[in-house]
């Protein structure tokens, strides 16, 4: 069940952050159709940079540390590591929140960098996967919540033979401002 809840939650916020209308695309693509075959746009450090100067002139907030977050894919970091100037760049700070470190790459551009393989990836007209990151600070995301989610089971059991169970919590989300 908590694996279940798990994935449940992270497909809620990764469907959240991607409502945005806001993209940055790498140097020299302007449309998700520019790309003609899979790589030929790698993502790049220079990517990270507009991506801070967009959520600058966006004022998006940063959080405690000042920095923002950014949630790349396996790929995007692999295309990432290749970027000579990044390589130079990059930090990876070890007394980060261990909440995080199985997903933490490193921080740079004022970004603490993440990798998850639940972003989203879609197919543009050439077939070429398109794989999409998100890049946010705090307050982005509202939620409310009555209390903890919990398992439930249901009175519909086969008089006791069939054991049928749900998670249940009542929460909403939402994109603010």
């Known amino acids: ?22 993209a940055i695309y790498p140097a020299g693509m302007t449309a ?3 790309s003609l075959v899979a790589g030929d746009y ?16 966006a004022n998006i907030p940063k959080f405690a540390d000042g920095m923002r977050a950014l949630v790349i894919t396996p790929l995007q970091q692999e295309q990432l590591e290749s970027d000579p100037e ?17 997903s933490y790459v490193n921080t740079v551009a004022n970004f603490h960098v993440f990798t998850s393989n639940t972003l989203l990836t879609t197919v543009n007209s050439s077939s070429v996967p398109i794989q999409y990151g998100q890049a946010f600070g705090p307050g982005m995301i509202g939620m ?5 989610p919990r398992v439930v089971p249901s009175t519909d059991d086969n008089f006791g033979e069939s ?11 939402q994109v603010l401002d």
């Open 1 to 22: 069940f908590k694996r279940d809840f798990d994935k449940w939650l992270d497909r809620t916020i990764v469907d959240l952050f991607d409502q945005s209308t806001s």
């Open 86 to 102: 990044y390589q130079r760049l990059a930090r990876y700070t070890p007394a980060f929140n261990p909440l995080f470190l199985k």
């Open 144 to 148: 409310g919540a009555q209390g903890m």
């Open 32 to 34: 998700v159709n520019d």
């Open 42 to 57: 790698p993502f790049s450090l220079d990517q990270i940079r507009r991506t801070r100067t967009s959520l600058d002139a």
């Open 163 to 173: 054991i049928v169970a749900i998670w249940l919590w009542y929460a909403a989300f």
